[in-house]
């Protein structure tokens, strides 16, 4: 093997019209060695081997089974080769996967890996592209469940990306969100990109809904639906979305309430602002880029949607919505009660399970920890209250009270018979009658004898003038 530097030196002797046995006898070697080099046969620094590997017997059986199953996991194709002989090690194979090139390129897997990709164009106020983002392990406090829901919307030219927390991804807190997300962007771009996400269209033929139609018509956007299986096709929003997961949420307190959650998030997504781009050779931030995008308003008015969210009733008579707590009527403690809240409007109302309203509350601000309750509501709760009272003195501590007669007799009998029970004892009084009860098996024994013995055949004599007789009877 020569090195870079034998390498150059043997090119340039030879350049300079030298042998290759004289190059051969001054760099100290093989003329196969030096010829190999010149014709570019061999590289430098790396030495060849002069024995194949372990894996190469068995590359043609690899090659033939990654064709059959591309995700066929290496570790299977181990245990396989060391059933038909293989020797090497685990990591000799892999190596030998990756530099053989043997595991074919699955295009449904890997879509946008191994093969060309074209760069989209995104003009200034353009898109904005759209995901939902299920984020796992919420706070209790937040009564979540399981995944807490982040709608992203972000502006495909610039990257300005802003998120709003929702209790669930169904419609109506689909629309609640894309306002707020649309609020903080600063208006709303000429087309929305969205995955095929069920609210928004079918999932199997791309087709949007009408609901979610009449909510285009009325921002004024066109929608745009993603190929199935295509998330580069919104990679804008993708990375916004890793963005939150791994700034924001992975270090979120777990006693920080909803309120402060949100508003993290958005000096989170203010402080991205400040990234910086390149376009046309010269260096802008984010936030820059996003103010020449001249986005339109939001809508004055909000798209008439109903929120509907199940709640328990404290024992204080209470509905806890959005930061806030709302009066029921006494008596439904523990019971579920459904609020629905109409998106723009100041008042909300809560009904039972059957859906009789039993209260109308003015909605207060979102966060604001604020108590609403109604007078009827105050004046009903507290007579049921003052109604469970009793006027009588309660019980004193500190009287002297001592056991029973009826107490005193079975403390008797235990320290005389410890552990026996008393059904045992034929001697101790008691009032079960089921305990004088003797079974003698002497007596059982004579009877089942008397029962079982045969009795004799008695005789008989005719007469022809007298009825038929036993001898017992002539006797």
Known sequence: MLSLEEDVEVHALRAQGWSISAIARHVGADRKTVRAYLNGERVAGQRVRTSPTLVEPFLDY???RLADDPHLWASTLFDELVGLGFTGSYPSLTAAIRAHRLR???EPCQAAKGRDTAIIAHPRGEETQWDWVELPNPPAAWGAGRHAHLLVGALAHSGRWRAVLAEAEDFPHLVEAIAGVSARLGGVTR??????MATVCSPASGRI???????AKHYGVGIDICPPRRGNRKGVV???NHSAAQRWWRTLDDDCSLAEAQAGLDALCARLDERTRRRDGARLSVAELAAGEALRPVPLVGF????VVTRTVSPQGLVAFRGNAYSVPPGLVGALVTVTARLGSDRLQIATARGSVIAVHP???DGSGAVIRDDGHVRALEKTVLAGFSDARPCTHKTRRPPSPASLAEARRLRAHPGLDPRLDPDLPTSDPATRVVIDMA?????AARLGARPATPTTRTSPTSPTTTSEENR
């Open 62 to 64: 690899c090659r033939l």
């Open 104 to 106: 074919p390129h699955c």
């Open 191 to 196: 087309r929305w990109r969205f995955d095929r």
């Open 209 to 215: 809904t009408p609901a979610f139609a009449a909510l």
């Open 238 to 240: 993708e990375k916004a």
């Open 304 to 307: 008439p949607a109903e929120l």
């Open 363 to 365: 909605r207060a601000l």
């Open 443 to 447: 007596v059982y024994a004579a009877t």
